[in-house]
């Protein structure tokens, strides 16, 4: 059983004593988890904590319970589903102690395996379970993004703002078709739509301005399933690394994109990487999509905040 990842900092201190509030979301991963839901909450039970089953019919409830299930005093937080239910419950426990464990169970489960947890949701939870009886928990790092009217969101994994955010923001407002083909759709739309946008990036303070198609600001290396566009993130050095794809044209979007999954995009010649702490993004007409979500329009600040949150490893 996966234990907690060597040279990494540990935690030992008890939890609170509060329950271990459980979010679940029976959608995720088009619901091909929902009959395993009630082993995962028994191998969470071994903990030998009390369970709070939080219960929401959309993402704004989902966020709203586990909010308050840290303000009434939760013990930990343990999110069951992909990367949009943990960017929900990443919301209440970023900045606080109360610990977080998340258990893969979605299509994206990007942040998760990212932050080493079994790819097996029987496994992740018996591995969290161990973690709340040992009082066990490793730090990692969150990125802070704030707009231009003062809101704040907190996400794990990666936050896309170009071509991969438009197409998203696209199939958002679809009505048809259902389904993977309607994201399908949307590619296919954007594609012939394609074309650089202006940005301006403030690195650490430093300005860079450059035409682009793709930005991608990353704590972790992967979005989207296990497409590796920050290959070299590491969500515990304290930085953000931000990949650029300049002037792309449709032909070789299409060429690069696959090499994606590999993290090997980012040797070709038109891709530029960039590490900092502190990453000021500006474009018009972006909404940009943090692990998957949609989140803030543009302008806005990406701080990485190291030990944001405290993970049940």
């Not at 296990?226 to 993130?233: L, T």
């Amino acid at each position: 059983m996966p234990g907690p990842v060597a040279g990494e900092p540990v935690d030992r201190a008890p939890l609170a004593g509060g329950p271990v509030a459980v979010l679940t979301n029976p959608s995720a991963g088009r619901g091909r988890y929902s009959a395993l839901l009630p082993r995962l909450l028994d191998g969470l039970a071994g903990a030998g904590r009390p369970l709070r089953l939080l219960s929401a019919s959309s993402p704004a409830e989902a966020e709203a319970a586990c909010r308050q299930a840290v303000a009434d005093g939760a013990g930990a937080l343990v999110a069951v589903g992909g990367d949009g239910t943990v960017h929900r419950a990443l919301q209440a426990v970023a900045g606080t102690a109360v610990p977080f464990g998340p258990i893969p169970a979605g299509t994206g489960n990007d942040f998760a395996l990212d932050t080493g947890f079994p790819a097996d949701p029987v496994a992740a939870a018996a591995v969290i379970a161990e973690a709340v009886r040992d009082g066990r928990s490793q730090p990692v790092d969150l990125a802070r993004m704030v707009g231009v009217d003062g809101v704040e969101r907190w996400y794990g994994a990666v936050l896309a703002a170009g071509f991969d955010a438009i197409v998203n923001e696209r199939a958002n407002r679809m009505r048809w078709p259902r389904g993977p083909r309607r994201y399908d759709l949307a590619i296919l739309v954007e594609l012939a739509r394609l074309r650089p946008r202006r940005y301006t990036l403030r690195l650490d303070g430093v300005p860079h301005d450059l035409d682009a198609v793709l930005v991608a600001v990353g704590n972790c290396p992967t979005y989207g399933g296990g497409m590796r566009i920050c290959p070299d993130a590491d969500p515990t050095d304290g930085l953000l690394d931000v990949v650029v794809a300049g002037r792309v044209n449709r032909r070789t979007l299409v060429r690069v994109k696959p090499r994606i999954y590999q993290g090997t995009h980012v040797s070709h010649p038109l891709v530029r990487s960039f590490r900092a702490r502190t990453v000021e993004l500006a474009a018009e007409g972006i909404t940009s999509y943090a692990d998957g979500e949609r989140s803030l329009r543009l302008p806005v600040t990406i701080s990485a905040v190291p030990g944001a949150v405290r993970l049940l490893r």
